[in-house]
């Protein structure tokens, strides 16, 4: 079976922060550490949830494990002002959600989910008729892993 493209959700045409996290995947999976040091900033804001020794990702951007450790392997991608929620799973042993974080080309916040259904709020309000309210605007697709039980956080930004 041939691997899936990332699904990629857009809401402002040729999205820099997109092709900035693109790059820095690119970077990870073929092992160009240099390359991945000029997407982050050197104040990096780091966020896990999910199992102890599951840190893949961190390590991999603090050169304390190789791209051969843990195959991150993109299944969708989204960006959405200044986030990009990036999305993918290796069978049933793992499912992660990426939050980057990004400001001026710069990845300035990274948030990492390990086995952990994510749902994302914007708390900024927006009018509606008879007042204001907040919207969610993206949630884990659960696609092969449905059935599977895991916890559930929302990130409110």
């Keep these: ?81 200044d986030y990009v929620i990036v999305e993918g799973w290796e069978g049933v042993q793992a499912y992660w959600v990426h939050v980057w974080t990004l400001k001026d080309g710069l990845i300035t916040q990274f948030r990492e989910y390990f086995n952990t259904w994510l749902t994302v709020a914007d708390l900024r309000p927006v009018a509606v008729a008879g007042g204001c309210s907040s919207s969610k605007f993206w949630q884990s697709h659960p696609r092969d892993l449905a059935k599977r039980s895991l916890p559930g956080l929302m990130l409110a930004i």
């Excluded at 997109?18 to 990096?44: C, H, N, R």
């Design 1 to 81: 079976m041939a691997e899936k493209e990332p699904e990629i959700s857009v809401l402002e045409p040729n999205n820099s922060n997109e092709a900035t996290v693109k790059a820095l995947y690119k970077a990870l999976a073929s092992g160009e550490i240099g390359k991945v040091a000029g997407f982050v900033a050197s104040d990096l804001e780091w966020w896990f949830h999910g199992p102890q020794g599951c840190h893949h990702m961190m390590k991999m951007l603090t050169g304390k494990s190789s791209h051969k450790a843990f195959s991150f392997n993109p299944r969708s991608m989204d960006a959405i002002d």
